[in-house]
C-alpha cells in the first residue's frame, strides 16, 4: 500500500464530508449529516483495514472484537496510526498479527494482588462460637 495512495483517498473522503455538509447547529439535517460522516469514517477505516490486513488476519481481528471490544478498537486504531505513518508496508498475515497482539499484551497487563485480612477474619470466626 503506497502513502500517496492513502492520502488522494482521505483528501477525496474529506472533500465528500465538507460538501455534504449543509445546514446550521441542531436539526435533522445536521444529524443526517453526523450520521453520514459516521458511516463515511467507518468505510474509510474499513478500507484501510482491508488494505493493510489479510483474511485471516482480519477475522481475528472481528473475533478479538467480540470478545474483547475495547482492546480490539485500541489494536485497530493502531493498526490504522501504523498505515498512516507507512510502518506497515504491504498486507499483514495472521501470525504478523498475532505477534502484534503478544507484544500489545506483554505492554498491557495488569498484575492483580489479594490481601486477605486474617485479624479480621479471626474476629468473625470467635463471633461465630458464642
Same mark, same amino acid.
Given at each position: 500500500?503506497a502513502?500517496?495512495?492513502l492520502?488522494?483517498?482521505r483528501?477525496?473522503?474529506l472533500?465528500?464530508?465538507? #460538501? #455534504?455538509? +449543509? ?7 445536521n ?9 463515511? !469514517?467507518?468505510d474509510?477505516? $474499513? +478500507?484501510?483495514? #482491508?488494505?493493510?490486513?489479510d483474511?485471516s488476519a482480519?477475522?481475528?481481528? $472481528? !473475533?478479538?472484537m467480540?470478545g474483547?471490544p ?6 485497530? /486504531?493502531?493498526l ?5 505513518t507507512?510502518?506497515i ?5 495472521? $501470525?504478523?498479527?498475532?505477534n502484534?497482539?503478544? #507484544?500489545? /499484551?506483554q505492554? *498491557? !497487563?495488569? !498484575? *492483580? *494482588?489479594?490481601?486477605?485480612?486474617r ?5 468473625d470466626d470467635s463471633?461465630?462460637d458464642?
Amino acid at each position: 500500500m503506497a502513502d500517496p495512495e492513502l492520502e488522494e483517498l482521505r483528501k477525496k473522503r474529506l472533500a465528500e464530508l465538507q #460538501s #455534504s455538509y +449543509s445546514g446550521g447547529p441542531g436539526g435533522p439535517q445536521n444529524e443526517k449529516a453526523i450520521e453520514e460522516r459516521k458511516r463515511e !469514517t467507518e468505510d474509510l477505516k $474499513n +478500507s484501510i483495514l #482491508s488494505q493493510v490486513l489479510d483474511q485471516s488476519a482480519r477475522a481475528r481481528l $472481528n !473475533t478479538l472484537m467480540l470478545g474483547k471490544p475495547e482492546k480490539g478498537h485500541m489494536v485497530e /486504531n493502531m493498526l490504522l496510526r501504523m498505515a498512516q505513518t507507512g510502518q506497515i508496508m504491504g498486507k499483514l498475515g495472521e $501470525n504478523e498479527l498475532i505477534n502484534i497482539l503478544q #507484544s500489545i /499484551n506483554q505492554q *498491557t !497487563t495488569k !498484575t *492483580t *494482588t489479594v490481601k486477605f485480612d486474617r485479624r479480621r477474619a479471626a474476629l468473625d470466626d470467635s463471633d461465630d462460637d458464642l
